[in-house]
């Protein structure tokens, strides 16, 4: 039979005394009585001053006392020797448990007997307990009189009776102890179980299975004990699989925190590397920006020296160009005003001499003259009109004491000459009064002479300049290059606001030449039109200004506006001036030319918006007025009369001719002002106004009544004519 474990744990003199017994000494019990209890209570020794190791149990409360079992090892084997952890009730656990313990002990020497016993009887000690005999003891909860029991018949393949093991059962029960000792070594010894203790030798085997059901039996007999303690039994299969699971489980996150780790450590590599090249980057950035910077400075330096020094010459300059252009003003003013003067000295020679002869000849029929005599006396009134107009008048002196109404004689004189040598031609000429009047040659040519002086002046201003400063090419070059490169700072200098006056000069020298009104040279047709403002040199340099290559100018970009804000400054003022003081409007040419200027100048300002325009214009409307009431009166001399004057059928003829000149005027500044306006003027004024008496005179003379209406329609539009419906029909019904 195995040997079985100790239930109870022996002091050191126990184990002093019982280490001669053997090991095939059996294992001893100690049951409770009432001697033992008494025993308890002395702590007394027992035989040989042995200290008996006691499991009491306390009848006095409602817990179990400590119960303790001891695995004695077999002698010489002390290496191997196991100490039980106590399996306490928990009303043991109480510090006062101890002092109050009342209830029997096992003896040695008794449960020495209880194990002869029961390998005598082949049965444990619990099989022969009366159960249901009165308990003994102070508490009602002492110990049971054994009775007689049968025992169990034996187990199958058992031949051996139950008695002490040999050496040899004990070798192999300590070779399969050992055995599973080392493959739970990792196990736990015990699991704790709610409300106990319990320690579980897991070297027992099989063996402990009878311990474990004397412990049961031997807590269910005392008295009050409570409830039974659970003995749990480990499976160690399940322990190592769980422990292996917990391994792998732990190595596995042990790796992902690795992995984990070494990714951060990635990680951080990575972003200090970015953090290196964004570092090396913005080092270089600044590198860059710094050396910009200096060059920045650098380039600003030179340009603000340049245009310093621009500024300076321009202003040395600008004195120069203020006189050239006085006096290529008045070079325009002193022709259009001997122009002026000679055509209105021709229109009132004519009408004296007209008015002269038609009264001579109306008196010379009056007297019952011939046609002939009436012709004679009626020119020689016409040629001494002059002079006797004259001869009427008292001196008129200057400052300097010379008589003006003489000089006025004088040129009434030349000019009457002028029109004696003409009048057989224009006796034959069928649209008499449609052509300009001729101007006075000594006036043109002192134009054209002060004109080119004025010109080779203009050319010499910039001659001493440094060819960085001489001309428009260098300076928008200058300008544009820094527009290109810094165009920030080029908009905070204040460049395309400043811009405008760096050119104008240039510009200004170069109209200098340039007239809205009359032609360049002699050799020029009076009536060319004048050279478009786009052909002019300034024009073509700086059309494109500020344009960078490759990229569209923005719509708010001032530099945008360069090339009409030059227009505006610039050669408004000069039309402006040649309207109000040098134009004829009754010279076609000048007219034509003017209104072609003005034209164009539409295209960069818009009439609504730019107040020059707006002057320009409304001075054009008053001129025209002013023609219409001024030039384009026609006397209304009945036809029978004029046959016997020549003069004033000539002059009745011119005057139909300047009305119809007048049409040519007006109409010149189609697309200029407004129809509406030219309508009123053309149809209301000239035609209804001034030809139309003319035109029922003409009547006693059909042919050249129709001649002088083809003549006015052909100066109209088609779709005016309607307007003039009315006149025709009131001439075709006379």
């Known amino acids: 039979m195995p040997k079985r474990g ?16 053997g090991a095939e000494e059996a294992p001893t019990i100690v049951i409770p009585t009432e001697k033992t209890k008494s025993k308890k209570k002395g702590k007394g ?36 020797r ?99 000792r080392a493959a739970l070594t990792s196990a736990a010894d015990y699991i704790p179980v ?45 322990d190592v699989l769980a422990g292996g699971r917990a391994a792998l489980e732990s190595l596995r996150n042990g790796v992902a925190r690795l992995e984990v780790s070494r990714q951060n450590a990635k990680n951080e590599v990575t972003r200090a590397d ?50 050239l252009e006085e006096h290529a003003q008045r070079l325009h003013e002193h022709r259009g005003l001997a122009s002026k003067r000679e055509s209105e000295g021709n229109l009132r020679d004519e009408a004296t001499e007209a008015e002269a002869g038609m009264e001579a000849a109306q008196a010379a029929l009056m007297r019952g003259a011939s046609q002939a005599e009436a012709i004679a006396a009626a020119t020689a ?56 009047d001729a101007e ?58 400043s811009v405008p006056q760096l050119f104008a000069p240039f510009a200004r020298l170069e109209l200098l030449s340039w007239s809205p009104l009359y032609a360049e040279t002699r050799t020029s047709p009076g009536s060319a039109a004048a050279p478009a403002i786009d052909t002019m040199r300034w024009y073509s340099d700086l059309f494109d200004y500020g344009m960078v290559e490759g990229d569209d100018a923005a719509a708010d970009d001032s530099d945008g506006n360069l090339v009409p804000t030059l227009i505006e400054k610039l050669v408004a003022p000069v039309v402006e001036h040649a309207v109000n003081e040098c134009w004829n409007p009754l010279s076609l040419a000048q007219s034509t030319r003017l209104a072609g200027v003005v034209k164009e100048m539409t295209v960069y300002l818009e009439p609504t918006e730019c107040e020059a325009m707006r002057r320009i214009l409304s001075s054009v409307r008053a001129r025209l007025s002013e023609m219409v009431d001024r030039g384009c009166d026609i006397p209304a001399w009945a036809p029978v009369i004029t046959a016997a004057a020549p003069m004033a059928e000539s002059y009745a003829r011119r005057r139909f001719g300047v009305a119809v000149r007048c049409l040519r005027v007006i109409m010149a500044w189609d697309g200029v002002l407004p129809q509406s306006e030219l309508r009123t003027l053309a149809c209301d004024r000239v035609v209804a106004g001034c030809a139309a008496p003319r035109l029922r005179l003409l009547l006693a003379r059909p042919g050249e009544c129709l001649a002088a209406i083809e003549r006015l329609v052909a100066v109209l539009p088609p779709d005016w004519l309607t307007g003039s419906a009315r006149v025709v029909r009131d001439v075709a019904s006379r």
């Open 45 to 80: 020794k027992a035989d040989g001053g042995m200290a008996a190791s006691l499991l009491s149990f306390d009848d006095e409360e409602a817990g179990a006392d400590t119960f303790q079992v001891t695995k004695k090892p077999p002698a010489g084997d002390g290496a191997h």
């Open 381 to 436: 009134a016409a040629e001494g009109a002059i002079a006797a107009r004259f001869d009427s008048l008292r001196p008129n002196l200057d400052e300097f004491g010379r008589d003006l109404n003489l000089a006025e004689r004088q040129a009434a004189e030349k000019r009457a000459a002028v029109r004696r040598s003409r009048r057989e031609e224009e006796l034959r000429m069928k649209n008499l009064g449609e052509e300009d």
């Open 82 to 180: 196991v100490k039980k952890k106590s399996m306490r009730a928990p009303d043991a656990l109480k510090p006062d448990a101890e002092e109050k313990k009342g209830g029997g002990e096992y003896s040695i020497e008794r449960l020495r007997e209880l194990a002869s016993a029961q390998k005598t009887l082949t049965a444990r000690p619990a099989e022969h307990m009366d159960h249901n005999a009165p308990a003994n003891g102070r508490s009602g909860a002492g110990t049971r009189e054994p009775i007689a029991f049968m025992p169990p018949p034996p187990r199958p393949g058992r031949d051996d009776d139950f008695g002490i093991p040999d050496a040899a059962a004990i070798k192999a029960a300590k070779a399969k102890r050992e055995a599973a």
């Open 274 to 323: 970015a953090a290196l090249a964004s570092s090396e980057a913005t080092l270089k950035n600044h590198e860059e920006r710094l050396t910009a910077a200096g060059e920045r400075y650098k380039y600003m330096q030179e340009m603000r020296d340049y245009f310093r020094d621009l500024c300076e010459c321009l202003r040395e300059k600008g004195p120069i160009i203020d006189e």
């Open 440 to 497: 006075d040659a000594v006036e043109v040519e002192l134009f054209y002479k002060g004109l080119e002086d004025a010109t080779e002046a203009a050319s010499q201003v910039m001659r001493d300049a440094g060819a960085d400063f001489s001309s428009i090419p260098p300076i928008k070059a200058r300008s544009e290059e820094w527009k290109r490169r810094f165009p920030r700072a080029y908009k905070d200098a204040y460049m395309p606001e």
């Open 6 to 21: 100790n239930l109870r744990k022996k002091t050191d003199e126990d184990e002093g005394e019982d280490a001669g017994a």
């Open 194 to 238: 709610p409300g106990a203790e319990v320690d579980v030798d897991m070297d027992a085997g099989e063996d402990t299975a009878w311990e474990d059901e004397q412990l049961r039996k031997a807590m269910s007999a005392g008295a009050g004990a409570g409830a039974p303690r659970a003995v749990v039994k480990k499976q160690p299969s399940v």
